[in-house]
């Protein structure tokens, strides 16, 4: 019973496995990013973001040249993050927009505030 639950997990990963990564091809490159940070304040100036895939078909991400590392997978026209930053973790939700900017809102565990904010524009 054990091995036909296996057999049958396996097959459904592998079965959504490649949509999850078709899907986050549409957020594949580079882009610079403003926002603001959870209290409020905006950013000091423009950041770079890198989005690639990896091998697991799941999207790497990489701010400001490694300095911060996320994963992330698409959904539809949302991209949902997790990250660490300054030592916390981050989770983020943006919406994909149509000209393939994205834009959405991030908060970091322990920080006081709702209201980070990022805006991605592919260069």
Known sequence: ???MFGL???GL???VTPSFAQDNTKVLGNY???GTETDGSKYD???T???TMDKSGALELKWDGGKYVGIGQVEGNKLFVGSA???KVV???MDIKPDGSLEGKWWRRTDAGTKGTEVWKKK
């Open 1 to 3: 019973m054990k091995s």
């Open 32 to 34: 610079v990013v403003t």
């Open 91 to 93: 989770i983020m939700v």
């Open 45 to 47: 100036g423009e950041g």
């Open 13 to 15: 990963v592998t079965a």
């Open 49 to 51: 973001l890198a989005v």
């Open 85 to 87: 930053a300054e030592g």
């Open 8 to 10: 049958a997990l396996l």
